[in-house]
Nanobody, 126 residues
Framework: VQLQASGGGLVQTGGSLRLSCAVS????????AAWFRQAPGKEREFVAG????????YYSDSVKGRFTISRDNAKSTVYLQMISLKPEDTAVYYC????????????????????WGKGTQVTVSS
């Protein structure tokens, strides 16, 4: 399984970006997926996660109401729509996936992810 994230860039405070994560190698609908981010000098943190069908979605408190995770199983792609961006959203964003049975939010945690893509840089200028 390979994951390729794209869509990062430089945006001003209040701006928007949409990240995409293309997943190849297996039947995408078998996988739960999530986005994580890592800012300079900080640990990687959970941003948003989505279960196999797309019905269950979870967000960190810091992005709730501003970010939306979605998936298109036909295109084997996970998206992260980000609006009202803040300088503190600046980080490298990573997509990840696992093929484990879904059993709640902890199924989308960092330690539950089996496959990771290379990150995409998001920089929000003040």
């Amino acid at each position: 399984v390979q994951l390729q994230a794209s869509g990062g860039g430089l945006v001003q405070t209040g701006g928007s970006l949409r990240l995409s994560c293309a997943v190849s190698g297996r039947t995408f609908s078998d996988y739960a997926a999530a986005w994580f981010r890592q800012a300079p000098g900080k640990e990687r943190e959970f941003v948003a996660g989505i279960n196999h069908s797309g019905v269950r979605k979870y967000y960190s408190d810091s992005v709730k109401g501003r970010f939306t995770i979605s998936r298109d199983n036909a295109k084997s792609t996970v998206y992260l729509q980000m609006i009202s961006l803040k300088p503190e959203d600046t980080a490298v964003y990573y997509c990840a996936a696992n093929r484990r049975p879904y059993s709640g939010k902890h199924s989308l945690s960092e330690t539950s992810m089996d496959y990771w893509g290379k990150g995409t840089q998001v920089t929000v200028s003040s």
